[in-house]
Each structure stands twice: as structure tokens, then as C-alpha cells.
């Protein structure tokens, strides 16, 4: 395993779960820093979360169905086609992407994959001139099968219940919670 920091600590860790967002570009304003003096991780990803759930600024690209189909469908690539990682609970928000998974391979074999296909699949149907995913992504790693673990996939499937989205985690379209499209979903 290993662990270094751009401007978030990251974990490339494999046969461990992980906690991953990543997010649109500019779906935060640029104003809003998380200096980590003020803040621990933990906290400035609780701040930030807050801000991407009510969607204040910046593209909402994932709540069009054909490009939240294509990140649902390319999940389920990487676990069922690539066997890159076992997806444990995913969210696909309007701006952002919750998802806890236990690598199989490190994160350049995963999540860089995962991030550069669904971009360049959905660039020309978002109409951007600049890169479709945030360069950075937040992860945080998980103990499996412990209290944790069911805090973060309770936190990822109630996030459009908590965000005004659904009235419940199951109705959510694109969540593991919703049962046709459970993780291990075909």
C-alpha cells in the first residue's frame, strides 16, 4: 500500500476497501477553500460534500440519463468485465461520484481507466472544451466489514435522500440501493 498527497491524501491501496469521490470540474466554487490548518480530511470532505449535494454551482452533467448509464455501465465493467476491483455500494450524483470498492489493482489500473473511458465517452455529449472529471480525487481507506464499512455504504445510498433527490435510497435511479442496480448487478 501506498500513500501520498497532492492537495488530498491518497491511498493506493489493493485487497482493501476504499472510500472514492470524484467530481466534475467546477463543481465547487472556486472561492471555497479546505485549508487543512482549519480541517481535518475527514472534515473538509464532509464540508465539501455538502456543497456538491446541493449542486450551487458549476455542470450537473451526471443527471442526464445517457451519460449516468455510461459511469453505471462502466462501474459494472470494472468489476464484472476487468475484475479491477468488487464494488460494495456506489452513488451517481449530479456532479460527483460516491463509490466503496476493494481494489484488485492499484488506483492508475483502476480509477484512471474508469475516469479517462467515461470521459472521453461523454465529452462530446456534455459539450466541454476542458477535461470532463476533476483531476483529484478524495479516497479514504476503509476497515472491511466492520462498523465502518456500513456507516460509508449507508452514507454513499442515502446521499440522494439527503441531497432532496429521492424521497428514499431505493428509488434512487443510479445507486447500488436500488435493487436492479445492486453492485453485483448485470
Known sequence: MRYHDRRLPHWDATEQ?????FRLPGSLPRSRDFPPIHLSSGQAFVAMDRILDRTVSGPVFLQRPEIA???LGSLRDGQIRFHRYELHAFVIMPNHVHLLATPHVTARHWLGPLKGFTAHEANP???LDRPF???ESYDHLVVRDGPEFERIRGY???NPVKAGLAASAEEYLWSSATPAQGPAAG
Open 69 to 71: 448509464r455510461l459511469v
Open 156 to 158: 454513499i445510498e442515502q
Open 133 to 135: 472529471w476533476q483531476a
Open 17 to 21: 476497501p476504499l472510500f472514492v469521490t
Open 125 to 127: 455529449d456534455s459539450g
